[in-house]
């Protein structure tokens, strides 16, 4: 597909509207469309002055590159791999950082005087650049400014700044398909209703009393045009 | 999707200002009628049944900004177009006061992304002035419009129980969605505090309605206008149905600016501005009915000056944009351990609540008059901006199989796992009350602004009364009580007098009522028992302009109701040759 065939094909249904698979397209494609995807802004159901703005935000960058790499390196120490899951970058989560930059702008000074507060610390007590400081160092530095309850007053400018930063991770990660896998959200998906199941039910000492189990919608019945009786019951 | 131009016939019998509930239900029955009828949104054609409008069942990562509110108000998913506020369209407060005022420009208005809860107005609610001697009574009791009610439950659909009570009528009702985890929590710590909890009433498909509606899939997207029309949404269900029938021409892009009258002060049509082209385009009808939105509307009678309407349309007893009235709302939410690490199945639901909780409480015992309803939240809802968020201060919640308490704040795997724990355990309470409604609590027309299309844009003057203070306070007290009782762990501070306890600003709610009231006395109402300005009788209003007062209830549903009297009372006056 060349790329007014993908951006026809976002226009028309979006990468996750399953017409990848209806249309015979391939996984490189599907690739190769969720980047035009991230930069246009196409296929969510946007308006036209939304999709305008997205495409602006996209033509745009905010983080130096030296920036970049730091954001890289603190989302994995907020968010790291683990026998479940991959990382925070392996989820792509600098790029949303990224955009929630343009996109919110009172998160730019503040990051970026976070960002460099931390060089500046790390220049003080390591002579060298939160980059240019090994592993060990690094997580020195960080465990000053982790922990909300214990942290110096001192460093209560690094305390909000990463406060921010793991809230950027988290939420960035949370919301990526890894993420969500990760979470184990079973939802998003038409289906029927039919209560809690029942082994939850029991270990959370609930259970649905007869009147609800009367009164409530059965899956037979969905597709049923409702009718009623003269007391105003549904038959 | 592209829209024609479309040529206007030379007069219609009916001009509808607005296509959100109340504009849209006029629409349908007045065309049904045989009567010509134009429709003139001031937004563009939505439709959530076609592609390129469609944000339902979409995945967090397909929004850039994960389905932030920084685009859009209620989120990037979110089926509004508009919002508290809109670039080139502005308003103004008075006095040092607040009011925000939410306005969706598209067809179905704020219909498409609503919290679909459907409530009759009960016996005592037309009446209140009589019970508590505040506000005024309406000039139409329950029974007057407890026909509608019913005609509107069938046509278009509600979930429901019939409870027997009093001020919350029952009603031809679809069967409800059992209760999710979480609610059943809530409804056994609030039934153990003495607070009932029934099913909630809401406008989404559990069974059809017609052919032309599917039945709800159970994705708990509502808020993001649905696919199969499984709830309500005046675009998809009343506007679009209508002209497919014929007699329906719907004029998107059109923002009116003026309601015409002839020479003897009747109405005579509408100017509106094409929002693409800022060409001027006039639109002759026999009657003109405006669904606009309350604040719209009275805004529009403002800005309709003329010599035989000097203070506005429909205006001389001067209470256009007076009794201005938003419900109250405050909230509190609560962590509850016990769903920590919970079992993962599909807990989507309904889009809201599948239990609320009507008003249960006897005022002659309160210090506050009127009441307020609880609704309720929580579950194991999609991922969205703001997931795993917070943990600098509530992972010290969570505890280990010893019982030692997390750490706030932190990084890696610990933080992630954690994160894991906590998801789906947030559960909390809103309130949203009746707020009483005064003549000095107005929008009126600001003396110095105009908007990006030349039109006098609306000032507000807004503030809570002692009886929304003392109403919030109680929501509190309540809120407590029942989170409490379930085990949960209070998230935040208890809003004291300093924070007017909680209290949502006026129009937060966005339930705003009573800017063209009704009543029998043309000295101190702009319309008739039937919604006809006393002044004009060929101009209606069938938005919540009417509303007297607005309950405890969220006012839709009275809204299509009212608007479906009005319109038959309409075809009735046409026929009789009155109009």
């Known amino acids: 597909m060349d790329r007014r065939e993908h951006l026809k094909l976002l226009l028309a249904g979006g990468v996750g509207a399953g017409l990848f698979l209806a249309t015979g397209c391939s996984e490189e494609d599907r690739r190769q469309s969720e980047e035009i995807l991230r930069d246009t802004g196409y296929g969510y159901g946007r308006a036209d002055y939304e999709e305008e703005h997205d495409r602006k935000l996209f033509s745009e960058t905010f983080f130096t590159e030296t920036e970049f790499e730091m954001v890289k390196v603190l989302a994995d120490i907020i968010i790291p791999a683990d026998e479940e899951s991959g990382s925070a970058t392996d989820a792509g989560v600098p790029d949303f950082i990224e955009f929630m930059m343009k996109d919110y702008p009172p998160f730019q000074l503040v990051t970026r005087g976070g960002l460099m507060w931390l060089n500046n610390q790390c220049n003080s007590r390591f002579g060298k650049t939160f980059l240019g400081c090994n592993e060990a160092e690094r997580l020195e530095m960080i465990e000053l400014i982790a922990w909300p309850d214990r942290a110096e007053p001192d460093m209560q400018y690094g305390v909000r700044f990463f406060n921010r930063m793991r809230d950027l991770v988290a939420t960035g990660f949370f919301t990526s398909r890894m993420g969500v896998d990760y979470l184990g959200y079973q939802g998003n998906r038409p289906g029927f209703w039919n209560g809690v199941p029942e082994e939850v039910l029991a270990k959370h000492g609930f259970e649905y009393d007869q009147k609800t189990q009367d009164e409530s919608i059965k899956e037979e019945d969905r597709y049923r045009i409702a009718e009623w009786d003269d007391d105003m019951n549904p038959i | ?579």
Request: proline share 5%.
């Open chain 2, 1 to 579: 999707m592209s829209f024609e131009m479309i040529v206007p016939k030379e007069k219609y019998d009916v001009a509808i200002v607005g296509s959100g509930a109340g504009g849209g239900m006029a629409a349908k029955i007045l065309s049904e009628a045989g009567l010509s009828v134009a429709v003139l949104e001031a937004g563009g054609f939505y439709d959530p049944a076609q592609e390129e409008y469609r944000t339902q069942l979409r995945w967090p990562w397909e929004s850039p900004r994960r389905g932030a509110n920084t685009v859009r108000p209620f989120g990037d998913f979110d089926a509004a177009w508009g919002g508290w506020e809109i670039d080139g369209e502005p308003y103004l407060r008075k006095n040092g006061t607040s009011f925000d005022w939410f306005r969706s420009r598209m067809l179905g208005g704020r219909t498409n992304h609503w919290g679909r809860i459907s409530l009759r107005f009960g016996p005592k609610d037309f009446k209140r002035k009589s019970i508590d001697g505040l506000g005024e009574d309406w000039p139409i009791g329950y029974e007057d419009v407890k026909p509608y009610y019913d005609r509107v439950d069938k046509l278009v659909g509600v979930f429901g129980t019939n409870e027997g009570l009093e001020d919350d009528p029952d009603g031809y009702f679809l069967p409800p969605p059992k209760p999710r985890l979480h609610e059943l929590y809530l409804k056994h710590a609030a039934e153990s505090v003495g607070v009932p909890v029934i099913p909630s009433r809401l406008s989404v498909l559990t069974r059809r309605v017609n052919e032309e509606r599917g039945a709800c899939f159970y994705c708990n997207q509502c808020n993001r206008a649905c696919n199969v029309y499984a709830d309500f949404s005046s675009g998809t269900c009343l506007v679009q149905p209508a002209m497919k029938r014929g007699n329906v021409d719907l004029f998107t892009n059109a923002m009116v600016r003026e309601v015409l009258t002839d020479s003897d002060g009747l109405a005579a049509g509408v100017v509106y501005i094409n929002t693409k082209d800022l060409q001027e385009h006039r639109i002759q009808a026999r009657v003109v009915v405006l669904g606009a939105s309350a604040c719209e509307t009275a805004r529009l009678l403002l800005n309709s000056k003329s010599v035989a309407h000097p203070n506005g349309l429909a205006n001389g007893s001067g209470v256009v944009g007076r009794y201005l009235h938003d419900s109250t709302g405050s909230d509190r939410m609560a962590i509850l351990p016990a769903l920590f690490n919970r079992e993962r199945y599909n807990e989507d639901g309904v889009g809201g609540m599948h239990v609320y909780t009507p008003w249960w409480l006897d005022n002659n015992k309160m210090d506050f008059p009127r009441g307020y309803h609880l609704e309720y939240w929580g579950g194991m809802g999609m991922p969205l901006y703001g997931t795993g968020s917070g943990m600098e201060s509530l992972r010290q919640h969570i505890r280990d199989e010893f019982g030692n308490s997390s750490p706030n704040g932190g990084f890696g795997i610990g933080l992630k796992k954690d994160i894991r724990t906590m998801y789906g355990s947030t559960v909390g309470i809103s309130g949203r009350g009746e707020c009483i409604a005064r003549y000095d609590n107005y929008c009126e027309i600001d003396p110095n602004v105009v908007d990006k299309f030349g039109i006098p844009v609306l000032r507000f003057n807004y503030t809570w009364s002692e009886h929304e203070l003392k109403q919030a306070q109680h929501m509190h007290d309540t809120f407590e009580e029942i989170l409490t009782a379930m085990g949960g762990i209070l998230v935040g501070e208890k809003p004291g007098a300093d924070q007017e306890y909680g209290l949502h600003a006026p129009g937060r709610i966005i339930h705003e009522v009573g800017t063209t009231r009704m009543g029998n006395d043309p000295a101190t109402s702009a319309l008739n028992k039937y919604s006809q300005a006393h002044e004009c009788k060929n101009l209606f209003v069938v938005d919540a302009g009417s509303f007297v007062s607005q309950a405890d209830k969220n006012p839709t549903w009275t809204i299509m109701a009212l608007s479906w009297r009005t319109s038959d009372f309409i075809v009735e006056q046409m026929r009789q040759g009155n109009l």
